[in-house]
């Protein structure tokens, strides 16, 4: 994938973060047309706040703050992960940028 | 003669591995994050071994299992104390760790045993011997040790062969969280390291750090509402912990903006003091970067100017400063040692793998050391594993996650496992095995899942040819959920051939709940004034069959009255189909064009039928009926033409009864009806198969052949039409297989479609339409004189071989044809194209 498109998919989190905040909605359908489109062409784009962290998620980059505890979550993301469809199968593109914090 | 071509750059924060190829570098990466370097960073986290990325989440918060920065203990008696396991480890056992990963990192060559490692020029001979050693520990038979700022030298000497390369340089190393500067003395044919000097807490991390503290806190504090900020900062509260992470990764992204832009544009979400989150976005100039960071780089400065008086050295017996380090990056570092030297700087190479490069150019030409005994420790090592390990996982889930048990037996003790998923967004890192282990494995959704287990010994080296692959599917596959009794579809125009057809939204054996969303064009315009509608027909049955001879299970119909606005040919319809675990099915349209949107919701026990839609089915299957026929009229098949007839019958009995049931009270006659309807088309796609199928078949195959040519006649043609070619070719096998002569039709006419597109493309074709529309066309122009030249003028250019002014010329004809030629779509259709 080349670095432009990785750029506009997170640009593209960002605004949708933004708006969900805001409560805007009006352009909800824009971004689930935009999403379809990544995803009919191979491009899933993970948003993994509210999962679990652990150990084993090489895909995400995390931060942790506080104490570790038993069940870490992620509390915030910076970047999505993005996961693209390569001739060897699912490949990682981009690992997610997280906030991690004990449950 | 083999040279050891791999090399090393096991560093205090990342380490790296390369190989020399022919005199070309390649620096490998990461297969984890796709990232060149491995932080330097090991864990123990339970009964797991995290090392780099993972491991340096957990530096600050587990420093009694996560250990960093252990290249300053090589050579010292200081061990580490692992508070999981209850034990020391040595700075040469960690190392050791790190080297043995980073061999991973090459996966085309598993035979690597012989290596040139680099080591900081203040490295004595117990810390170079520590080195060492932690190379043999990892598999190396032979260590090589090369200073670092020699390989900095090499991969700058080696990228510019013109340079005269005699004299003194200087090696600035400026990394993320260390900092070296050495002169090198450089001869005829011998590189020596004269003197350095070094601070090991100086680096990139600074200066990130420097500008959340000095540029982007001070704001954040000083808007209005937010001053609450000063207090959490000073009671460190995880607010402000939190804060604190989210400006370190901007503060790494303003770096590297203004290393290229004077301005770089800060945009920050953050709670204000109320709690209530607001927008922030403002400008970082360099010259507020480099105001922030000026001491740091003014102290690297003293330290060159140290390393030159110690030695006796003016400025201008430099002959080349080199930059080694991603923070050289920083166009204050750059500029300040070019005001400082006045010497060349050079930057050719990428600052940040320049010693791993530099010392695979070296590994390229070190002759290794002639080994014997390796094919005998492979064969002695797959002997050693003499181990059974079975796999039980669910092959299907739902869960986000899945359990997978390993059953190990045999020889099995102190032995290692990895379970790594195929994308490596999910590793399990080192785990030892025992009779019963387990393992929670991470599932991307809705996908099937693929993962590698490998196996390791004590020593942390793999254990080849025992690994092993499994696959989990997510989501779609719910082993206890129904599988759909029947193909589900959306009926759409195919105008070309006068006729609507199927496309498949959800395949047999498919597994409920099913949900899709779909993106189409509408294939004809639809006045808000006029009887048109739009026609959403959810049918179930065969997906290769006529449309007819299925049953429709959901039907929106958008008459013209209920529009808003005209919709126009072309513009977007967005349709969700859903498919309940108990069958109920949900359709909703929504018209961008418009904004409006129409949904319902269709149980499997009341059915909608559009009698517009029926009327017009009706319709398109007597012409079908009616053209077999008259093609079995001749022939003395007495019994199929008996078949026709009573469909025949039938179909105009049911046409009759339309005719009533727009005002009929009884409201059950237009789902009898359908279901009439249904039959008879069920019964003519036998009938017709039967006849019909073989021929269809080769029709096919013969329109294929013709592609294949053109595409070989016209290899520069645009892909898309390979793309389509490949599109419609690949429901091939299906197609054969199947007794339906309709499914094997609309192949062929899509494939006719296709050539027809080529040849006009290609220009194969035009000279035979411009021959169609000179002769049989010539008696309905309607403006015949005006056609007359044009035919002339035709003729000319297809004797020069001018294909696209024939092109444009028939364009023009065809708008002098009258309406009903120019149109010749009989069918109503759905809309949907």
Request: net charge neutral; hydrophobic share 30%.
């Given at each position: 994938m080349d670095k432009l498109t990785l750029i506009l998919i997170n640009q593209l989190f960002e605004i949708e973060r933004k708006l969900v905040t805001k409560q805007v909605n009006a352009v909800d359908r824009n971004f689930e047309r935009v999403k379809h489109d990544l995803q009919e062409s191979g491009i899933k784009v993970i948003d993994p706040t509210g999962e679990k962290y652990e150990d084993t998620r090489t895909d995400c980059q995390a931060s942790i703050v506080g104490d570790l505890g038993k069940n870490m979550v992620i509390t915030r993301t910076m970047k999505p992960i993005v996961i693209s469809n390569g001739p060897n199968g699912m490949e990682l593109v981009q690992r997610g940028t997280v906030i991690v914090e004990k449950a | 003669m083999r040279t050891i071509n791999y090399a090393i750059d096991l560093g205090t924060t990342n380490s790296l591995i390369s190989r020399s190829e022919n005199g070309e570098v390649r620096v490998f990466k990461n297969?984890?994050?796709?990232?060149e370097e491995l932080p330097s960073v090991v864990g123990f986290r339970g009964e797991r071994i995290l090392i780099g990325d993972k491991a340096l989440e957990y530096l600050e918060k587990d420093p009694g299992n996560v250990f960093g920065g252990f290249k300053r203990k090589m050579g010292t008696d200081e061990n580490f104390w692992i508070e999981s396991q209850a034990r020391t480890i040595s700075a040469i056992e960690l190392s050791t760790i790190v080297l043995k990963e980073l061999k991973?990192?090459?996966?085309?060559?598993?035979?690597?045993n012989q290596v040139v490692i680099t080591i900081p020029a203040s490295f004595d001979t117990v810390q170079s011997n520590a080195t060492k050693k932690a190379g043999h520990d990892s598999g190396f038979t032979n260590v090589v040790l090369l200073q670092e700022p020699i390989a900095a030298c090499l991969a700058f000497a080696n990228t510019h062969k013109d340079v005269d390369k005699k004299g003194k340089w200087l090696v600035y190393d400026l990394g993320g969280g260390t900092f070296d500067v050495a002169i090198v003395s450089i001869g005829e044919e011998e590189l020596k390291v004269i003197d350095h000097k070094g601070d090991n807490y100086l680096g990139g991390m600074d200066f990130d750090n420097a500008i959340v503290e000095k540029i982007l806190l001070p704001k954040i504090i000083s808007i209005e509402g937010c001053s609450g900020w000063q207090a959490k900062s000073e009671q460190k509260t995880s607010d402000f912990q939190k804060l604190y992470f989210i400006l370190l990764n901007k503060a790494e992204s303003i770096k590297k903006e203004l290393s290229g832009s004077p301005v770089a544009m800060l945009d920050l979400t953050i709670l204000n003091d109320n709690g209530e989150e607001i927008d922030l976005y403002f400008d970082v100039t360099r010259d507020q970067f480099n105001e922030v960071i000026t001491d740091k780089v003014n102290y690297s400065m003293s330290l060159v100017d140290d390393l030159l008086k110690v030695n006796d050295l003016s400025i201008k017996d430099i002959e080349q400063v080199v930059l080694v380090g991603g923070?050289?990056?920083v166009p204050l570092v750059k500029q300040s040692i070019e005001n400082k030297l006045g010497a060349s700087v050079n930057q050719s190479v990428d600052p940040t793998n320049a010693v791993v490069v530099g010392a695979a150019h070296y590994a390229g030409t070190k002759i290794a050391i002639a080994e014997k005994s390796s094919e005998i420790n492979t064969t002695s090592e797959i002997e050693k594993s003499s181990f059974n390990v079975e796999l039980s996982y669910l092959k299907a889930t739902r869960e986000i996650c899945e359990m997978v048990l390993l059953k190990f037996s045999g020889e099995f003790n102190g032995m290692n496992y990895r379970i790594v998923r195929s994308d490596k967004g999910f590793d399990s890192g080192l785990k030892s095995a025992g009779p019963k282990s387990m393992e929670m494995v991470n599932l991307i959704p809705n996908v099937a899942n693929h993962f590698e287990v490998l196996f390791f010994n004590a020593d942390q080296s793999p254990i080849e040819g025992h690994s092993k692959e499994m696959m989990i599917v997510h989501g779609q596959y719910n082993v206890d959920g129904q599988p759909l009794p029947n193909d589900i579809c959306l009926e759409i125009d195919d105008f070309d051939y006068d006729r609507t057809k199927l496309e498949t939204i959800f395949k047999k054996n498919d597994i409920l709940p099913l949900k899709k969303r779909l993106y189409r064009e509408l294939s004809k315009t639809i006045l808000k004034s006029g009887s048109d509608s739009l026609i959403i027909n959810v049918v179930e049955g065969n997906g290769n069959s006529s449309p007819s001879s299925n049953q429709v299970i959901g039907c929106i119909e958008v008459k013209s009255e209920e529009l808003d606005f005209d919709l126009i040919k072309g513009t977007e319809v967005e349709i969700d189909i859903e498919v309940s675990e108990s069958r109920d099915l949900t359709v909703s349209v929504f018209l961008s064009m418009t904004d409006q949107e129409f949904k319902e919701v269709f149980s499997p026990t009341s059915r909608n039928v559009s009698i517009s839609r029926l009327k017009e089915e009706v319709q398109l299957l007597s012409r079908k009926v009616e053209s077999e026929f008259r093609s079995l009229e001749s022939t003395e098949n007495y019994e199929q033409l008996q078949k026709v007839v009573d469909m025949r019958d039938e179909l105009s009995e049911i046409s009759e009864q339309l005719k009533t049931a727009e005002n009929?009270?009884?409201?059950d006659l237009k789902y009898h009806l359908e279901e009439r309807k249904r039959k008879v088309a069920q019964k003519y796609d036998t009938l017709e198969s039967a006849g019909k199928g073989s021929v269809e078949k080769s029709r096919y195959l013969e329109e294929k052949q013709y592609t294949l040519e053109l595409f070989e006649k016209h290899p520069d043609i645009d892909r898309r039409f390979r793309s389509k070619f490949d599109q419609i070719t690949s429901t091939e096998e299906d197609m054969m297989k199947s007794d339906m002569a309709h499914f094997a039709r609309v192949k062929a006419d899509e494939l006719s479609t296709l050539n027809h597109d080529i040849g006009w493309e290609s220009g194969e074709n035009v000279a035979n339409i411009f021959f169609y529309y000179k002769h049989v066309y010539l008696e309905k122009y309607l403006d015949r004189k005006k056609a007359e030249k044009l035919i002339e003028a035709g003729d000319e250019a297809i004797d020069k071989d001018r294909m696209s002014e024939v092109k444009s010329i028939l364009h023009q004809l065809h708008g002098l044809l009258p309406k009903e030629e120019k149109e010749k779509v009989t069918i109503q259709g759905t809309g949907l194209g």
């Open positions: - | 297969p984890f994050g796709q990232r991973n990192f090459v996966q085309d060559d598993k035979s690597i923070s050289t990056l009929s009270m009884n409201s």
